[in-house]
């Protein structure tokens, strides 16, 4: 058997450590590495994980097995480290398993090895008005793999990046946002064209400030970046500015942990309708991942209904909105920024609320164009650059 394909996966499994030892227990198998971490594996899991080509197909790289199709009790009837340092398994009923262990080590879950996966993760590199943009180029990002990377990483840790030397030809936020992947089209088109409209659809067309938000908090998932692409911009005023909104919610949370609480707990419902269409979402406005970590803020007061809370739960919801649109409003939060003609901002539209100022349409034209992506769309570009 070929080592490189004993898993089911595309991505290569570094050797970080080498087995050494392996030892047979009542419901599982205790492997020792080189490092001296010991790591038990039950007879389940590694059954379960077999990447034999019966258990899982090598085309796909998809399991096939089912679980339950093997007895709960089967046993190893031998364990051993073979010629190539790979966990050997034979079972009771003659099944043959064998372990990579750059692979297996990847997968273990012993305590420490858990949580240096945990370790690990990407981590959001919260920000403030000091922030230092990351910029980058235009040519760049269409032409080399290793520039590509470096933004989609800075789209991911930081949430809030610009891009420069853009063509100017509407459509051409297109090509950029397909180096990604797929655009998420919704009711306002693949590419939105933000114009001050007599017709407006939305508060956004219009020549007002808009307060800082999230786009189509109306959507049960909220696309995960937004796209912002400056073709004219010759009006007075319209500057962008951008707060994030992690770095919010963690201040809220040691500020007023009271007020961070409502915002958690307490759904809020956003409305974007039209003649066409009616979307609404009920949510609260601060979502948290099952480690108790700020993974989503969904805000935009204009598209905000009214509130439906209880009695008791009114006043809190009332006191705590308040807090949180006071905060974006404050200058330590706040990049403020005029984007030119051929620039364009790429964010996180989850954590990066943005905004920005009135502008008056008497004094020039101002055009921009826009689009989405999902942040998986994001996530599995990058880990497939990173292969
Ligand atoms: C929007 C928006 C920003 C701008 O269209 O949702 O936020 O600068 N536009 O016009
Ligand atoms: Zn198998
Ligand atoms: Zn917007």
């Given at each position: 058997?070929?080592?490189?394909?004993?898993?089911?996966?595309?991505?290569?499994?570094?050797?970080?450590?080498?087995?050494?030892?392996?030892?047979?227990?009542?419901?599982?198998?205790?492997?020792?590495?080189?490092?001296?971490?010991?790591?038990?594996?039950?007879?389940?899991?590694?059954?379960?994980?077999?990447?034999?080509?019966?258990?899982?197909?090598?085309?796909?790289?998809?399991?096939?097995?089912?679980?339950?199709?093997?007895?709960?009790?089967?046993?190893?009837?031998?364990?051993?480290?073979?010629?190539?340092?790979?966990?050997?398994?034979?079972?009771?009923?003659?099944?043959?398993?064998?372990?990579?262990?750059?692979?297996?080590?990847?997968?273990?879950?012993?305590?420490?090895?858990?949580?240096?996966?945990?370790?690990?993760?990407?981590?959001?590199?919260?920000?403030?008005?000091?922030?230092?943009?990351?910029?980058f180029e235009?040519q760049a990002l269409m032409n080399d793999h290793e520039a590509l990377l470096q933004w989609l990483?800075?789209?991911?840790?930081?949430?809030?990046?610009?891009?420069?030397?853009?063509?100017?030809?509407?459509?051409?936020?297109?090509?950029?946002?397909?180096?990604?992947?797929?655009?998420?089209?919704?009711?306002?088109?693949?590419?939105?064209?933000?114009?001050?409209?007599?017709?407006?659809?939305?508060?956004?067309?219009?020549?007002?400030?808009?307060?800082?938000?999230?786009?189509?908090?109306?959507?049960?998932?909220?696309?995960?970046?937004?796209?912002?692409?400056?073709?004219?911009?010759?009006?007075?005023?319209?500057?962008?500015?951008?707060?994030?909104?992690?770095?919010?919610?963690?201040?809220?949370?040691?500020?007023?942990?009271?007020?961070?609480?409502?915002?958690?707990?307490?759904?809020?419902?956003?409305?974007?309708?039209?003649?066409?269409?009616?979307?609404?979402?009920?949510?609260?406005?601060?979502?948290?991942?099952?480690?108790?970590?700020?993974?989503?803020?969904?805000?935009?007061?204009?598209?905000?209904?009214?509130?439906?809370?209880?009695?008791?739960?009114?006043?809190?919801?009332?006191?705590?909105?308040?807090?949180?649109?006071?905060?974006?409003?404050?200058?330590?939060?706040?990049?403020?920024?005029?984007?030119?003609?051929?620039?364009?901002?790429?964010?996180?539209?989850?954590?990066?609320?943005?905004?920005?100022?009135?502008?008056?349409?008497?004094?020039?034209?101002?055009?921009?164009?826009?689009?989405?992506?999902?942040?998986?769309?994001?996530?599995?570009?990058?880990?497939?650059?990173?292969?």
């Open positions: 058997m070929n080592t490189a394909a004993a898993f089911a996966d595309f991505r290569t499994y570094p050797l970080i450590s080498a087995l050494t030892g392996v030892q047979a227990m009542a419901d599982r198998v205790l492997v020792k590495w080189a490092d001296q971490r010991v790591s038990p594996f039950h007879h389940q899991w590694l059954r379960d994980n077999c990447p034999c080509p019966q258990c899982v197909y090598s085309v796909t790289r998809e399991q096939v097995l089912e679980i339950v199709d093997v007895p709960q009790n089967l046993m190893p009837g031998d364990t051993a480290i073979d010629a190539e340092g790979c966990l050997r398994v034979e079972w009771q009923d003659g099944h043959l398993s064998r372990f990579d262990p750059g692979w297996l080590r990847a997968h273990a879950y012993d305590d420490e090895s858990r949580a240096e996966r945990l370790a690990g993760k990407p981590k959001s590199r919260l920000w403030h008005s000091d922030l230092t943009l990351p910029v235009y990483l800075a789209v991911r840790d930081t949430g809030l990046t610009q891009v420069r030397g853009v063509p100017t030809e509407p459509g051409s936020l297109k090509l950029i946002a397909q180096r990604i992947s797929f655009i998420r089209e919704s009711n306002f088109g693949v590419l939105f064209n933000v114009q001050s409209k007599a017709d407006a659809d939305s508060n956004a067309y219009t020549a007002f400030n808009l307060p800082l938000h999230s786009d189509l908090p109306t959507r049960e998932l909220q696309p995960g970046l937004q796209f912002l692409h400056c073709l004219v911009n010759e009006a007075e005023g319209g500057e962008s500015i951008f707060v994030d909104g992690f770095a919010i919610a963690d201040a809220l949370r040691r500020e007023d942990p009271q007020a961070f609480k409502s915002l958690c707990e307490i759904p809020v419902e956003f409305r974007n309708k039209d003649r066409h269409s009616d979307y609404r979402c009920l949510a609260p406005i601060i979502a948290l991942d099952n480690l108790g970590q700020v993974s989503e803020i969904r805000m935009a007061n204009f598209l905000r209904g009214p509130f439906d809370a209880s009695v008791e739960d009114m006043p809190k919801l009332y006191r705590a909105y308040r807090r949180f649109i006071a905060m974006t409003r404050e200058d330590r939060f706040r990049v403020v920024q005029r984007l030119n003609p051929g620039e364009l901002w790429c964010f996180d539209n989850r954590r990066t609320l943005h905004a920005r100022n009135a502008f008056d349409p008497a004094t020039g034209a101002r055009h921009f164009q826009g689009c989405y992506v999902d942040r998986d769309e994001l996530l599995s570009r990058i880990l497939v650059l990173q292969r």
